[in-house]
């Protein structure tokens, strides 16, 4: 059975109780400033994914991105110490093999080119997470890009 693991800028936290991995299941870490949406996302990938870390900032992330090696990680753009797209730069320029998909409040075409740039296959707008997050993850680990629609404003 996998030990997820949390490392926030300051500490290291073991999840408490033990949780079922589905067999060959898709190793994410998932990275999110706002602990709120940390939950939100980790109640959607536990029940099909191992989600073996999750980080509050962006150098967190990228450590353990580079640390576990994930099939993938799941940045938001807006991150105290480094950005998203900062992170997957740093990723590409080391030679990861670890797929990425954005998740953001913003529903910018300019954003989004900045993400695709660095390496993201997909880009899933926050007011859409539930019901695109899960459909990204499985485009990018299929190597297909994915961008959720723009609200019209």
Do not use: W
């Not at 994914?49 to 753009?77: C, H, M, N, R, Y």
């Not at 997957?88 to 998740?103: D, M, N, Y």
């Not at 859409?128 to 680990?141: E, F, H, K, Q, R």
């Amino acid at each position: 059975m996998a030990t997820s693991i949390r490392i926030s800028a300051s500490r290291l936290e073991l999840p408490r109780g033990p949780r079922v991995v589905p067999m060959n299941a898709k190793r994410i870490v998932v990275a999110d400033d706002l602990v709120p949406v940390l939950k939100t996302i980790s109640e959607l990938l536990q029940p099909s994914f191992d989600l073996v870390a999750t980080a509050s900032d962006g150098a967190a992330a990228l450590e353990l991105t580079l640390k576990f090696q994930p099939d993938l990680v799941v940045l938001d753009i807006s991150m105290p110490v480094m950005s998203g797209i900062e992170v997957a730069e740093e990723l590409t320029r080391q030679g990861s093999k670890t797929k990425i998909v954005f998740l953001t409040a913003h529903q910018d075409a300019d954003i989004l080119k900045a993400c695709q740039a660095a390496g993201g296959l997909g880009y899933v707008v926050k007011l859409s997470m539930v019901t695109d997050l899960i459909p990204a993850i499985n485009a990018a680990l299929a190597g297909r890009p994915f961008v959720s629609r723009f609200s019209s404003q």
